[in-house]
């Protein structure tokens, strides 16, 4: 008896979670319909009944899908075959490359492989966030001392008042220019 009980609450609450999931997703996906609806009406309708299910005078059918590929002097078919092409070959060569690349790195021993191996994981278990404000902070030090040999901030800490003492570093080892 308390199992059935437990048994019905928990589908009870799996039909419950299916429903709130499945209204979420029809609010997801309601915009692709109305765009899909919205493509088989005539341009005026469009604008003044946007929510609405075409009618026999609104209705045009596949009018505006033929008029957008022969629209002008424009090889549609030719600019869907390079796109298909670019997207096949692109991709092929990418894996190709990468999955030799894998190989090399997972399997040579050199320190230059451990390197690049250590460094594609820190990159998945750091966020990025903190990757780059770091790499921002030490490329401009970087940038500072290569423009300016003479830089103000490593002979002198600026008044506390200013805004670039909350910047300037307390070691005096890079400037925040």
């Known amino acids: 008896m308390i199992r059935s009980d437990a048994l019905r609450r928990r589908e009870r609450r799996q039909a419950l979670l299916t429903v709130v999931f499945t209204i979420i997703s029809v609010l ?33 059918g596949l009018k505006n899908y033929v008029k957008g590929m022969t629209f002008g002097n424009f090889a549609f078919y030719k600019v869907v075959f390079y796109s298909f092409f670019i997207t096949i ?5 990418i894996l190709v490359c990468t999955s030799m690349a894998a ?10 492989s451990k ?5 594609c994981v820190f990159s998945m278990v750091v966020p990025f966030q903190m990757v780059m404000y770091t790499l921002a902070q030490v490329w401009r030090c970087l940038c500072s001392r290569a ?12 008044p506390p008042s200013t805004a670039a003492a909350r910047w300037a570093p307390s070691s005096g080892w890079c400037c925040p220019c």
């Open 28 to 60: 997801y996906l309601m915009p692709v319909f109305l765009v899909l609806i919205n493509s088989l009406k005539a341009n005026a309708f469009v604008n003044t009944e946007t929510f609405k299910l075409p009618t026999a005078e609104s209705f045009v």
């Open 115 to 119: 390197i690049v191996y250590y460094l």
């Open 103 to 112: 190989w090399y790195i997972s399997r040579v021993g050199s320190l230059v």
């Open 89 to 93: 070959t692109s991709t092929a060569l």
């Open 147 to 158: 423009l300016s040999r003479a830089c103000p901030w490593r002979s002198r800490r600026p």
